[in-house]
C-alpha cells in the first residue's frame, strides 16, 4: 500500500485535482494507493475544490465535489510515504515543517516525469489555465503510476 499526500497552496485547485487523477489511474493500473491532498495555506480550509477546478475535471471523468480543503501539518510526515509539492514553493513551505529526523521523501510531483519541459505545476487560481493545469497533473499521475509499479 503506497501512502501518498498531493500538496499546493490552498488545496482547492492542484492537489485535490492530482488526488482524484492520480487515485483513478493508479486504481485502473491495479496499485493499492491511499491518497489525500492538502494545503501548505490555512485561506481555503474547509471548502470544496474551487468550482471552474471542479468542472474541468469532471469533464475529464474526475469528482473532486466530495473532497474538502485541510492544511499539511507535522504529523502528515508520518501519516504517508510519498509527499509530492505541486511547486518550488510549496516544497519549500514542506521542507520547514518537516520534524526533525523525518525521512518521507518529498519531492516535486513533477520530478522527473519525461516529455515535460516544466516541473511545476503553475497556479491556476492565477493563471486561469485549468486545462493546462489538468495537462501536467496527468502526465505527472501517469509517470507516479509507472514508477510505483515498477518498484520505485
Ligand atoms: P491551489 O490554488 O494552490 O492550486 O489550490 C490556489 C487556491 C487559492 C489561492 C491560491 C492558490 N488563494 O490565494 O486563495
Do not use: K
Request: include cysteine; hydrophobic fraction near 55%.
Amino acid at each position: 500500500m503506497h501512502r501518498i499526500l498531493f500538496v499546493c497552496l490552498g488545496n482547492i485547485c492542484r492537489s485535490p485535482a492530482a488526488e482524484a487523477v492520480f487515485a483513478t489511474r493508479a486504481r485502473a493500473a491495479g496499485l493499492a494507493v491511499a491518497v489525500d491532498s492538502a494545503a501548505t495555506s490555512d485561506w481555503q480550509v474547509g471548502d470544496p475544490p474551487y468550482p471552474p477546478m471542479v468542472a474541468a475535471a469532471a469533464a475529464r471523468g474526475y469528482d473532486l465535489a466530495p473532497l474538502r480543503a485541510r492544511q499539511v501539518g507535522p504529523g502528515d510526515f508520518a501519516a504517508f510515504d510519498l509527499i509530492l509539492a505541486m511547486d518550488r514553493s510549496n516544497l519549500a513551505a514542506l521542507a520547514a515543517m518537516r520534524p526533525a529526523g523525518n525521512l518521507t521523501a518529498l519531492r516535486l510531483f513533477l520530478d522527473g516525469v519525461e516529455r515535460i519541459a516544466a516541473d511545476e505545476v503553475p497556479d491556476p487560481w492565477y493563471t486561469r489555465d485549468f486545462e493546462a493545469a489538468l495537462d501536467l497533473i496527468e502526465a505527472g499521475a501517469d509517470a507516479l503510476v509507472a514508477r510505483l509499479a515498477r518498484g520505485r
